[in-house]
């Protein structure tokens, strides 16, 4: 189960790249969700693994602390749109894969 979520995160994360390099900001509507993937994956990992692979939980802890961050201090201030709206949740979306891959090794 773990291997299937990390592909399809994998390719979320793919198609939502690929889709905010040709498209711009009309990416937006793939980029939903995926973000609706990662959250729901996020607190299935969170809970799931958070008792029993305690060397995965600070990766998981990580990944929380960047989306509250994210959604507290980068949506207030002012600054370029396309990096406010694509480049960050992309690169947040990446570490998400990178946590996925971990936890398929575990």
Not at 45 to 52: E, G, K, Q
Not at 83 to 99: E, G, K
Request: glycine share 4%; proline share 2%; aromatic share 16%.
């Amino acid at each position: 189960m773990r291997q299937f979520i990390h592909y399809i995160n994998l390719a979320f994360v793919g198609i939502g790249a690929i889709s905010a390099i040709i498209y711009g900001e009309e990416a937006l509507v793939i980029y939903f969700y995926l973000a609706a993937f990662q959250f729901l994956t996020g607190f299935i990992i969170l809970a799931a693994n958070s008792l029993s692979y305690k060397n995965a939980l600070p990766e998981i802890l990580i990944y929380w602390a960047l989306v509250l961050l994210y959604f507290i201090v980068v949506i207030n201030v002012d600054i370029n749109k396309t990096l406010m709206l694509l480049i960050i949740p992309i690169l947040i979306a990446m570490y998400h894969c990178f946590m996925t891959f971990k936890l398929k090794k575990l």
